[in-house]
Structure formats: C-alpha cells, structure tokens
C-alpha cells in the first residue's frame, strides 16, 4: 500500500526529495514498516530518524498524524486509518536546535533552569546548564481516576501533567470494562514520556505519582488514607448540593479529587467513597467526557486554591 510521508526541510534536503513522499509499506501498516519503508527508499536517511542499532526514535524527531502526537507510540502500532487509506499523511518533524542557542531545562523532580547548547552530535546535545536554588512545589491537587478508555487515558496523561497534579491514582469501578486494565498505556514505560512531555509543556519539573488499583474497595477501604493523608477528598458527582468552591474556599490542606467513569460511579461506590470522607459536589448542568472533566476540575481547583 502506498503511504503518503511529509518531511522536514532538512531531510528533504539530505535526501534530495519533495516535502511530500510515497512510499510502500508492506502488510501490516505500522510505524515500523514505514519507517523501513521511507530508509529502504532513501537509504541516506538511515539513522537520521532512528538509531541504526536499537531502532529507538531519535530524541529530536517526533511523528504526527490525524492531529495527534504519535512520538511516544510503540513502532509496532499500526498507523491510523485515515494514513491507510491516503487521507492523511504521516508526518516527521525535527525540534531545531543550534550551538549557542539557549533553551529551558529541568531536572525531573528537580529544580528549573537554563542552558546553553554547545555542541551537536549524533542525535545528541551538549547543553551547559545552569539551575535555580529552589525545586518547585508538587501540586497541591491529586487525582483519583477511574480507569477510561485507552485511547481516552492517552489523551490524558500529557493533559494532567500539564494542568498540574501530584499524584494519579486510578482504580477500577463497576462501570470500567475490565480489559482497559490490559493497556500497555499503564505500563510506566509508555505513560512517562507522556508526563515528561505534559511537564515540558507547563515548564514543570514534578513527576506525578502514579498507582494503579484493580479493587476499588481494597483501594479506598485499606490504600487511600497512605496514599493520601491528610487530604481535603471531593467527588464529582451530578445532583451534589455543593459545588467545588464551597470546599475549597474554607480549606489549606491538600485536594484529593475523585472522578467517575463516563457511566459515573454506582451507589455502592458512591456510598463507600462518603464513608471514607469524600464529599460530593457537582460539576454543573452539563455532561462532560472524562478527559474534559479531568482538565476542568483539576484547573478549576487550582485556581481557586491560590485565588485564597
């Protein structure tokens, strides 16, 4: 089948060619195939885009398709379909960066900085750095999650990152299909470079911590109180008396906000979660997804906790 690649500038120059490729991807269509594919047609691209020995991504290069990021996907993972068929074209990009130029850095967990590129090799920067006294605070707002959709927790994990949250912790629930648990998304090797790139985006250096919890019961019941003490705890829930300002305008401590599936939590949970000292609040009128739910609420709680 024929895939349609757009390139760079610079490889387009290395490799003497337009901005837009075709090239011929072998059963069945994944990243790899055409990534081997786009070298065996351009053989001088070999190594510019993955490394000759390991096949790991280059650092700088990143892939995108259909609007989305697919850097951090695993090369076996079949291309969309809209990249299948030729509606989209798989695209490949470089972050530029040049010697003497001066870039933001951080250490993870660690404080912010800046540095200075002195030299370019191989898919490597050297940077000389140099980094703030103080390392940021982690955010004062935790998560507890219900397990959504992968596609829907791939989505998610740059997003909360981003709008700041200390710790993730997402559990099972009676409306969460069990084999979203089967995800490779919750495996730390695929969801830590989607936080990385949430923090670069927010110019934070806190790593959320993450736990995952297949029994809702044992999680809140025996879990809850050593993964989060001492927390403000709130549940989103429709028809709540309270909304979330009523809670947060009276209270320092830190916030534990728990969100539902996209059926909400059932009774059973929803009383297990009072008993354990969540207080219900509403999030309004509307119907939201899980991931426009996550974003709003965390960003929500942010703003009013240091509009106190």
Same mark, same amino acid.
């Given at each position: 089948?024929?895939? +349609?690649v757009v390139?760079? /500038? $610079? @490889?387009?120059?290395?490799?003497?060619?337009?901005?837009?490729?075709?090239v011929?991807v072998d059963?069945?269509?994944? %990243?790899?195939?055409?990534?081997?594919a786009?070298?065996?047609?351009?053989?001088?691209?070999q190594?510019?885009?993955?490394?000759?020995?390991?096949g790991?991504?280059r650092?700088?290069?990143?892939f995108?398709?259909c *609007? *989305?990021?697919? &850097?951090h996907?695993?090369?076996e993972?079949?291309?969309?379909?809209?990249v299948?068929?030729g509606a989209?074209p798989? @695209?490949?990009?470089?972050?530029?960066?040049?010697p003497?130029?001066? =870039?933001? %850095?951080?250490?993870?967990?660690?404080?912010? !900085?800046?540095?200075i590129v002195?030299?370019?090799? #191989?898919?490597r =920067?050297?940077l000389r750095? #140099?980094?703030?006294?103080d390392?940021?605070d982690r955010?004062? %707002?935790? @998560?507890?999650?219900?397990?959504?959709?992968?596609? %829907?927790?791939?989505?998610l994990w740059?997003?909360?990152a981003?709008?700041g949250?200390?710790?993730?912790?997402?559990?099972n629930?009676?409306?969460?299909?069990?084999?979203?648990?089967?995800? $490779?998304?919750?495996?730390e090797?695929?969801? +830590?470079?989607?936080?990385?790139e949430g923090l670069q985006?927010?110019?934070?250096?806190?790593?959320p911590?993450?736990?995952?919890?297949?029994?809702?019961?044992?999680?809140?019941?025996?879990d @809850?109180?050593?993964? /989060?003490?001492?927390?403000?705890?709130?549940?989103?829930?429709p028809?709540?008396?309270s909304?979330?300002?009523?809670s947060?305008?009276r &209270?320092?401590?830190r =916030?534990?906000?728990?969100?539902?599936p996209e059926? !909400?939590?059932? *009774?059973?949970?929803?009383?297990?979660?009072?008993?354990?000292?969540f207080?219900?609040?509403e999030? !309004?009128?509307?119907?939201?997804r899980?991931d426009t739910?996550?974003v #709003?609420?965390?960003?929500?709680?942010?703003?009013?906790?240091s &509009?106190?």
């Amino acid at each position: 089948m024929k895939i +349609r690649v757009v390139l760079p /500038a $610079h @490889l387009q120059a290395l490799a003497r060619c337009a901005d837009e490729v075709v090239v011929a991807v072998d059963e069945p269509p994944t %990243v790899a195939a055409l990534l081997d594919a786009l070298e065996a047609t351009h053989p001088v691209l070999q190594g510019t885009i993955r490394d000759h020995v390991t096949g790991k991504r280059r650092d700088f290069v990143r892939f995108f398709a259909c *609007e *989305e990021d697919l &850097s951090h996907e695993p090369h076996e993972s079949p291309l969309p379909r809209a990249v299948v068929t030729g509606a989209e074209p798989f @695209l490949i990009d470089v972050l530029h960066v040049l010697p003497g130029q001066h =870039v933001r %850095v951080g250490l993870i967990d660690g404080p912010r !900085g800046t540095g200075i590129v002195t030299a370019l090799d #191989a898919g490597r =920067v050297g940077l000389r750095c #140099a980094f703030e006294a103080d390392v940021p605070d982690r955010p004062r %707002v935790d @998560l507890l999650l219900a397990v959504p959709r992968p596609k %829907v927790m791939r989505r998610l994990w740059a997003q909360l990152a981003a709008v700041g949250v200390g710790r993730i912790i997402l559990t099972n629930a009676t409306r969460v299909e069990r084999n979203y648990f089967d995800t $490779h998304l919750l495996t730390e090797a695929a969801y +830590r470079p989607l936080l990385i790139e949430g923090l670069q985006q927010a110019r934070d250096t806190r790593l959320p911590l993450v736990s995952i919890h297949r029994r809702f019961r044992v999680l809140v019941e025996d879990d @809850l109180d050593a993964l /989060a003490p001492g927390t403000l705890r709130l549940v989103a829930h429709p028809g709540a008396a309270s909304r979330l300002r009523d809670s947060l305008e009276r &209270s320092d401590q830190r =916030v534990l906000l728990a969100i539902g599936p996209e059926g !909400g939590w059932n *009774e059973f949970e929803l009383a297990l979660l009072r008993a354990h000292g969540f207080t219900p609040f509403e999030l !309004g009128p509307r119907t939201l997804r899980t991931d426009t739910a996550c974003v #709003a609420l965390v960003s929500l709680a942010h703003d009013l906790l240091s &509009s106190r």
